[in-house]
């Protein structure tokens, strides 16, 4: 349980960073934007709950990154799906 727990958290941190890096990457005039942040985070949480369910324990200085590199794809590939 606080195994899952861990992942969730280490998502929600990756899914987090995303959204930082995001918002820098962006900064050249756009205006921030709360709804796509939290979406990040989100989409971040629920990676680490679906990693954390398939039983797997990786380390935490690994799963920082790890979450975070599968929250950007994910995240790409569902604005590619969405927007076409």
Known sequence: MYELLGNIAMGALGGFGVAISGYVKSC???FF????FLLTVILGTIVGGAVGLTGLAPEAIIAFPAYAGITAMVENLL??????
């Open 79 to 84: 604005k590619k799906a969405i927007r076409g």
């Open 33 to 36: 934007e709360l709804d796509k």
């Open 28 to 30: 050249s005039g756009e």
